[in-house]
Antibody, heavy 123, light 110 residues
C-alpha cells in the first residue's frame, strides 16, 4: 500500500524556520516526482512546490519563492520542505503528494496524499 | 487568487446529477490535462479524475470529467449523501510554471 506520512509541523514565531518531512513507502520513491500542497484553515488548496525524481527540476509558488526549499533523499524515501522566514499567512495544513510520473508538468496529478502536518505561525 | 475559477457551491437532491465547472485560460486548461479531487470533511484530498476524463481504479463511474477549450467539468450522477464534500480542479500552468487549483466547490446533497 502506498503511504505518505508527514511530520515536523508545529507552532513557530514569525521569522523563524521549520523543516517538514514526508516519509514514503509502498512504491519506488525515485520513480515519481513529489509535491507539497497546503491548505490554510477553512480555505482551499494551494500548491507550494514540486520536485522531479532526480531533483533536476524544482518549482515553487510565488508566495514561497526565496523562502522555502524543497528537497528529497531517494536513499531514505523522503521528501522535505525547509521553510524559512515564516509568516502568519503560511499557517496551514501541509500535505505531501505523489505525482504519477518522474517529472511534473502538463500530465501532473496527485495520488495519493498524506494526512498532512499542521504549521502554525504565530507570536 | 486561484488560477482556476470554480463556483463556490452547488447542490442537488439524492439520485440527481450535478456538474461543477472549472474555468481557466490557454496557458493552463487550454493546453494541459485537468485533474479533479474530492475532499471529504476532515480528510485529505483524493484523486477522482485525471487527464481530463480518466478515473483511477476504485472510483465509481458515477464520476465523470470532460474538457472543452479552456473549461473543464466534473459530473456526478446518482448523488448520494456521502458525496457531500469539497471538490477541486487542478492543472499545470505553462506560463506561470506552477500547478494551479480552483478555489473549490462545496457540494451539498439536499
Amino acid at each position: 500500500e502506498v503511504q505518505l506520512v508527514e511530520s515536523g509541523g508545529g507552532v513557530v514565531q514569525p521569522g523563524r524556520s521549520l523543516r517538514l518531512s514526508c516519509a514514503a513507502s509502498g512504491f519506488i520513491f525515485d520513480d515519481n516526482a513529489m509535491h507539497w500542497v497546503r491548505q490554510a484553515p477553512g480555505k482551499g488548496l494551494e500548491w507550494v512546490s514540486g520536485i522531479t525524481w532526480n531533483s533536476g527540476r524544482i518549482a515553487y509558488a510565488d508566495s514561497v519563492k526565496g523562502r522555502f526549499t524543497i528537497s528529497r533523499d531517494n536513499a531514505k524515501n523522503s521528501l522535505y520542505l525547509q521553510m524559512n522566514s515564516l509568516r502568519p499567512e503560511d499557517t496551514a495544513l501541509y500535505y505531501c503528494a505523489k505525482d504519477m510520473r518522474p517529472w511534473f508538468g502538463e500530465l501532473s496529478r496527485f495520488d495519493p496524499w498524506g494526512q498532512g502536518t499542521l504549521v502554525t505561525v504565530s507570536s | 487568487q486561484s488560477v482556476l475559477t470554480q463556483p463556490p457551491s452547488v447542490s442537488a437532491a439524492p439520485g440527481q446529477k450535478v456538474t461543477i465547472s472549472c474555468s481557466g485560460s490557454s496557458s493552463n486548461i487550454g493546453n494541459n490535462y485537468v485533474s479533479w479531487y474530492q475532499q471529504l470533511p476532515g480528510t485529505a484530498p483524493k484523486l477522482l479524475i485525471y487527464e481530463n476524463n480518466k478515473r483511477p481504479s476504485g472510483i465509481p463511474d458515477r464520476f465523470s470529467g470532460s474538457k472543452s477549450g479552456t473549461s473543464a467539468t466534473l459530473g456526478i450522477s446518482g448523488l448520494q449523501t456521502g458525496d457531500e464534500a469539497d471538490y477541486y480542479c487542478g492543472t499545470w500552468d505553462s506560463s506561470l510554471s506552477v500547478f494551479g487549483f480552483g478555489g473549490g466547490t462545496k457540494l451539498t446533497v439536499l
